[in-house]
């Protein structure tokens, strides 16, 4: 009978520690399972009055910034104004997957404050957010050319974000022929690892 009482007890006692170790995680030290791994499949329709949507076939050959975001996302409007920078700037291709979010809502955002998405994709269901690892708006990630993810920014990108994690990371991508292995980034640079591995990035798929 004992038994009946100690199992619901040791779940508890797990999740309320796992609960614990996650509070006391910043943003940046999140884990992603998804870094040094290729983009999940997917293929996922255009925004309302787009015309074209976004998949994973679409991500290979170029380096890109793959953003999240949604007309109800606060945080996602406070770096609106960046994205649009980098899209007119020609900085990096940015593709955008709407998370979420109502047709009609997204596409009045859009509309309003201007599109920076070379593509985008409507996410309704959340699934490739889910598939992603996404688990807030906004998420940012740069794609390399082999379609996987070499690096993932959690919330509003800022211009220091832009000019001390993002753009090295691109621009080490962009010139790289295995000459250099690795790029040292700031510690506020929002990454799993702090030591950006080029060369594990860049080698052949098996």
């Given at each position: 009978m004992r038994?009946?009482?100690?199992?619901?007890?040791l779940l508890f006692t797990g999740v309320v520690t796992a609960l614990g170790v996650g509070l006391t995680l910043k943003p940046g030290d999140l884990p992603s399972m998804m870094i040094n791994k290729e983009?999940?499949?997917?293929?996922?329709?255009?925004?309302?009055?787009?015309?074209r949507g976004l998949a994973s076939s679409d991500l290979a050959g170029e380096v890109r910034l793959v953003n999240?975001?949604?007309?109800?996302?606060?945080?996602?409007?406070?770096?609106?104004?960046?994205?649009?920078?980098?899209?007119?700037?020609?900085?990096?291709?940015?593709?955008g997957i709407n998370y979420k979010d109502k047709p009609e809502d997204a596409k009045a955002w859009l509309d309003r404050l201007g599109d920076p998405y070379s593509r985008s994709g409507a996410d309704v269901p959340g699934r490739v957010g889910i598939d992603w690892g996404v688990y807030g708006l906004p998420e940012t990630f740069i794609v390399d050319r082999e379609s996987r993810i070499v690096y993932r920014h959690i919330g509003?990108?800022?211009?220091?974000?832009?000019?001390?994690?993002?753009?090295?990371?691109?621009?080490?991508?962009r010139a790289s022929a295995l000459a250099a292995t690795s790029i040292s980034l700031p510690s506020f640079c929002q990454r799993t690892n702090r030591q950006?591995?080029?060369?594990?990035?860049?080698?052949?798929?098996?």
């Open positions: 038994f009946k009482f100690i199992i619901p007890l983009v999940p499949e997917f293929d996922l329709p255009p925004l309302l009055d787009r015309e999240f975001f949604a007309s109800w996302c606060i945080a996602c409007r406070a770096e609106h104004p960046l994205l649009n920078r980098i899209n007119k700037q020609g900085i990096v291709p940015v593709y509003a990108i800022s211009a220091a974000d832009l000019d001390d994690c993002i753009l090295p990371v691109i621009e080490t991508l950006f591995d080029l060369k594990s990035n860049l080698q052949t798929k098996s």
